[in-house]
């Protein structure tokens, strides 16, 4: 039976897990959106990062948002590499490297999990923090901590990827490089540098998200499978390269998610990403707030 306060806690609940999605999408927003690489090794890193975090909880005792901020620095670092990987190995030999780079992702994502598991093995892992398991009581509505703390993450990723995009000169240069590259040489920066620098943030900011990832849940090798529809659903639905409408967009797919959940089942929920990303292809392919350069 239909239900006002059933529907409320559902828009509710949805627009913090939608802010969760944004966050964890908000860096393929940057390498996928603004710089047209095919990261569907994404969620994979995001993964990694969620037992980098486990790792430092279970051993050192670590905050699991520290811990995130910890791991930050080396997933920059892993971006670069990974990038100069991708274009020494595909970008620079032609035309084709999109459908090539889809290959070598798809790769580095199997070689992601198959390290996790060799290391962690497959049983899921979780992390422990004070925060974590309480929830705030709101009328009939419980508003778990947990998705809060997803949110205001959410928030301060969107304004700073934001004022670094559009205040500083390396983040008018990440949004020109897919645009005019050869303006860009005139201005004396040099593309293949700025790609590979936008790329080591598109990464270091899967830190922050994998904190977030393991604190909302238990986390398995296996999990990025689940998230590849649904960090590409929130980037194309937003418009390529938009930080503000990842975040719209998140809460869109979210608030969607929760719904289904609640009418009619946790089965249809998962095939919500998928459709809608079926539906924004077909009927608007620039996104939400179109393309961002």
């Given at each position: 039976m239909f239900s006002f306060d059933l529907l409320l806690g559902a828009i509710v609940l949805g627009t913090l897990l939608g802010c969760f999605y944004a966050a964890v999408s908000i860096g393929l927003s940057v390498s996928f959106g603004l710089l047209d690489v095919p990261h569907v090794a994404h969620p994979a890193f995001l993964v990694l990062a969620s037992y980098g975090v486990y790792l430092l909880n279970d051993r050192y005792e670590v905050d699991p948002l520290l811990a995130g901020l910890l791991i930050t620095p080396l997933f920059f670092l892993l971006g670069l590499f990974v990038y100069r990987l991708y274009h020494e190995t595909f970008e620079r030999r032609g035309t084709d490297a999109a459908v090539r780079g889809i290959a070598f992702f798809f790769g580095v994502a199997f070689i992601v999990e198959v390290l996790i598991v060799l290391q962690f093995g497959v049983d899921q892992r979780s992390v422990t923090a004070s925060y974590i398991g309480r929830s705030w009581r709101i009328g009939d509505l419980r508003i778990p901590i947990r998705q809060l703390v997803a949110f205001a993450v959410a928030l301060s990723l969107t304004i700073l990827l934001t004022l670094y995009l559009s205040k500083t000169f390396m983040g008018r240069a990440i949004r020109a490089v897919a645009q005019d590259q050869e303006a860009l040489r005139l201005m004396g920066a040099n593309p293949v540098?700025?790609?590979q620098w936008a790329f080591g943030i598109a990464t270091a900011v899967l830190g922050i998200a994998g904190a977030l990832l393991i604190?909302?849940?238990p986390v398995e090798p296996m999990l990025d499978?689940?998230?590849?529809g649904r960090t590409f659903c929130v980037v194309v639905?937003?418009?390529?390269?938009?930080?503000t409408g990842t975040l719209i967009a998140g809460i869109i797919l979210g608030v969607a998610e929760s719904i289904v959940l609640t009418m009619f089942?946790?089965?249809w929920a998962p095939a919500i990403a998928f459709a809608m990303l079926l539906g924004v292809l077909a009927v608007r392919p620039q996104g939400l707030l179109g393309r961002r350069l």
């Open positions: 540098r700025v790609k604190i909302v849940a499978r689940a998230y590849i639905l937003a418009g390529l390269g938009s930080m089942g946790a089965s």
